[in-house]
């Protein structure tokens, strides 16, 4: 806009330069007594005394009556063309502008104009004419200097406001690194001291962990005081057993100790997540995982259980009892189906999950039979010890960390059971 503003008022000056400069030549010419042209004319420039210099004027006879030629100095000999009227007329006010080429491989602008110069109809052609390219040229010297400045003006303003951004959004900074470690178990809250407009989100931020955290804990309350409230009568049912005929007190007495089981394990679960103030646990895998490897290979002396796994870095995003939970089921099942061999293996998985595999080499599970080992409670073999909830626990708890548990058939013959569960980065 300012290029154009300025090409216009450039333009608009140039023609009124010619047209001032036409009417001087006007006044400053005159006739004879036999009708030759004269004068002495000084339009006030000195491009029209330097010979080639793209400015000239110009009076000629425009009548048979009239003679003799008047030139500036910088036209010298030669002639600049002339329009006919066809090609440019005269306007209202008897003027007529057009370009030719100029003598020195500019563009004139020339404006023209006829003038009657006494009573006796004397009349003479005048004709002033500028360097139209040299205006040009002016032009593009202020489109490059407006762009230059412009540009230092338009990158000064986007490195301005870059840093105004980054100075800005440094708290922001802060609190995403804030909630990574609330996140990741290092810290329990937000930090504090953040600017004005950030410290309201902070607060905000606190208030919902503190709720989460009563949440958490009024379930694990609820979870624990159900535990003790059923400890009581499953302690009765286990006495009056006694009472029944020996086969029955005997299904009832492993059905009780099932039962005092399951309501002990998440009994203790509560407690000692009760005793936990830290939101994300950290539990390196590879200690946990020998430690049951080994427990297994005692309880199962007749197989070989081999372990692998090369990153020792790797830390479940959990509890410690969740993983061992986990892989001790899959372990246990594994050493129930088992001929000679299981195997236990762990990798990572992505940038945030890392994954466990059991397998054995027992005789494996079909496509149907896996649907239905998922079940809750449901067993295949009712030949074979347990209660039928291993596989279902392990499917619950990777869907409380969002992970996955995948059956397959493995390449040691058997079942392949393999879990993916959150890691810390």
Request: proline letters at 4%; glycine letters at 8%.
């Amino acid at each position: 806009m300012i290029s154009t503003l300025y090409e216009r008022t450039a333009r608009q000056g140039f023609e009124n330069l010619l047209g001032a400069q036409l009417y001087n030549l006007v006044n400053a010419v005159s006739v004879g007594d036999g009708g030759e042209l004269r004068g002495d004319p000084d339009l006030g420039d000195l491009r029209y005394a330097r010979p080639l210099s793209g400015w000239y004027w110009e009076v000629l006879p425009a009548t048979d009556n009239t003679k003799g030629r008047l030139t500036s100095a910088s036209l010298v000999l030669l002639n600049v063309p002339q329009a006919t009227v066809e090609e440019a007329p005269f306007d209202q006010m008897y003027r007529r502008s057009y370009q030719e080429p100029g003598l020195n491989g500019e563009t004139l602008q020339v404006l023209e104009t006829e003038v009657v110069l006494d009573s006796d109809n004397h009349t003479a052609r005048f004709r002033v004419m500028g360097s139209l390219s040299s205006v040009e040229a002016d032009i593009e010297t202020f489109d490059r200097t407006l762009l230059y400045y412009l540009g230092t003006v338009g990158l000064g303003t986007v490195l301005v406001n870059v840093m105004a951004i980054l100075v800005a959004l440094r708290p922001l900074g802060r609190v995403r690194r804030s909630l990574a470690d609330v996140r990741e178990g290092r810290a329990e809250r937000l930090e504090t001291g953040f600017p004005a407009e950030i410290e309201p989100l902070a607060v905000e931020m606190n208030g919902l962990i503190d709720n989460n955290r009563r949440i958490v804990e009024r379930s694990r309350t609820q979870v624990g005081n159900l535990a003790h409230s059923l400890k009581t009568p499953i302690a009765i049912l286990t006495n009056e057993a006694s009472a029944f005929e020996p086969q029955k007190a005997r299904v009832i007495e492993e059905q009780a100790a099932r039962m005092r089981q399951q309501v002990q394990h998440y009994l203790d679960r509560a407690r000692m997540a009760a005793q936990t103030q830290s939101i994300v646990f950290r539990t390196p895998i590879r200690d946990a995982l020998e430690r049951i490897a080994r427990v297994i290979a005692k309880l199962n002396p007749h197989l070989e259980v081999s372990f692998e796994g090369e990153r020792p870095d790797i830390v479940f995003a959990g509890e410690r009892q969740d993983l061992e939970e986990v892989v001790g089921n899959l372990l246990d099942n594994a050493g129930k189906w088992a001929q000679s061999r299981i195997r236990l293996s762990y990798e990572t998985e992505g940038a945030e999950r890392f994954a466990v595999t059991v397998e054995d080499d027992g005789p494996g599970l079909s496509t149907e039979e896996i649907r239905e080992a998922l079940k809750r409670g449901r067993r295949l073999d009712e030949a074979t010890p347990g209660s039928g909830l291993g596989l279902s626990i392990v499917r619950d708890i990777t869907a409380e960390y969002r992970g996955m548990l995948e059956l397959r058939r493995s390449d040691l013959g058997g079942l392949a059971a393999r879990v993916v569960l959150p890691r810390i980065r």
